[in-house]
Structures are given as structure tokens and as C-alpha cells.
């Protein structure tokens, strides 16, 4: 009974960090889609005051979220799935990691510029956080595929998601650009601001598929855990 109810309030941790996830990406949405419009949420008087608060929580929420669901996905996983154990493991030390070089860089804790030049500290930090990206986008693409071919039901809809995440990363991030560069010509400003909102669209809805999905694998592999307990 006492491990029931342990497993139920994970669940419930886990669905409330998809749900706060889910509300402040669409918020984060509209707010670089205005921006890109031109817009503010600053020109109304009631948002002037709440506006900075808001993009504060938003970035914490956007930060933390995602540790504590592939955290609890990691400790829901069964012992025998070591693979999906290692992937969900970087994926959490990434996202630690570029939780706390986001704060180092916010309150200047590390000194970005030094007499016009990039500091060696912040070189290695940045690159640091590069390789991470890297590392992480291709251990969640394995973990996708395993997914998708090993597992059924819940399991194989998030190895989808995941597969998504990575073909959106690839094509937002390294196509797309390169070929608006390459072929936008005369009207490049206006392909880029086309080509921002498409890709901020596009990673948004389908990182919000992929953790939506994986809190329904949570809450399948804690099903699993109580029948079987």
C-alpha cells in the first residue's frame, strides 16, 4: 500500500511538470511570436509590472520541467533497460548542466567580455554546452529508436516524439538556416523572420508532444510497477 501511494504522488509530480511545461512553452511561444511581430507585452499598463516575473518563472519552468520529467521516466524505467537508463541518465546531466550555466551567465558569475575579447572561461563554457547539446540530441534519438523498436503502446509513441525532436532539431537548426543563407537572396530579412517562426512553432509543439508522451510512459510504467507489486 505504501509503495502505491509513493508511486501516485510521483505521477502527480510528474504530471504537474508536463502540464506547467506545456503552459509556459505556449506562453514562451506567444511571446517571441510578438516579438518578432513588432509587439510587447510591455505596451499594456497591467503587464508592465507582472511581465518581468512572468519571463522569470517561465525560464525556470522551461529549465526545471524537463529534469524532473526525465528523471522520474529514468527511475520508472525497469532494471532490465539499460540502454534507456544511460540515455535518460545524459539527458538529465544535460539539462542540469545547462540549467546552471544559464544562471552563470544571467548574473554574470562568469565574465563573458574582457577588453573587447571573449574570455577563455566563457570559450570553454560555451563549448562545454555545445558538445552537451550535441551529445544530448543524439542519446535521445537512441533512446527514440529503442523505443519505437523494442516497446509498444506508450513506450513506442514517445520513441516517435523523440525521433520528431531530433528530426526538428536537425532541420531548425541546421538545414533550414543554411538554406534560407544560401537562397533567400534580396529577401533574406523576411525568410528569416519567417523561417524563426516556423522553427519556434515546430520546436515547440513537438517538444510538448514528446514530454506529453512520456509523462503517458510514466504513468504506464508505474502502472506496471503496482500490478506487479
Known sequence: MERKSYSIDI?????????????????????????????????????????????????????????????????????????????????????????????????????????????????????????MVLISVIASLIAGCHLYSKHRGNMRKLGIALILVFMVWLICSNILPVAVFYLAGNTQQAAITSMNLISMITTTSVYIYAYYRMYRAIERNLQCTANFT
Not at 511561444?29 to 513588432?38: D, I
Not at 499598463?45 to 520529467?69: G, N, W, Y
Open 11 to 131: 505521477n502527480r509530480i510528474a504530471q504537474y511538470a508536463m502540464y506547467a511545461y506545456c503552459i509556459f512553452a505556449l506562453f514562451s511561444l506567444a511571446f517571441s511570436v510578438c516579438r518578432q511581430a513588432g509587439l510587447s507585452f510591455r505596451t499594456s499598463p497591467i503587464l508592465i509590472p507582472i511581465s518581468p516575473i512572468l519571463v522569470t518563472i517561465k525560464q525556470l519552468v522551461l529549465q526545471l520541467a524537463p529534469i524532473a520529467l526525465w528523471g522520474i521516466f529514468r527511475y520508472t524505467l525497469p532494471a532490465g533497460v539499460k540502454l534507456l537508463r544511460r540515455c535518460s541518465e545524459l539527458m538529465v546531466l544535460y539539462y542540469v548542466l545547462s540549467f546552471i550555466l544559464g544562471q552563470c551567465f544571467k548574473f554574470n558569475f562568469v565574465t563573458m567580455m574582457q577588453d573587447g575579447q571573449i574570455t577563455p572561461t566563457a570559450t570553454i563554457l560555451t563549448w562545454i554546452q555545445s558538445t
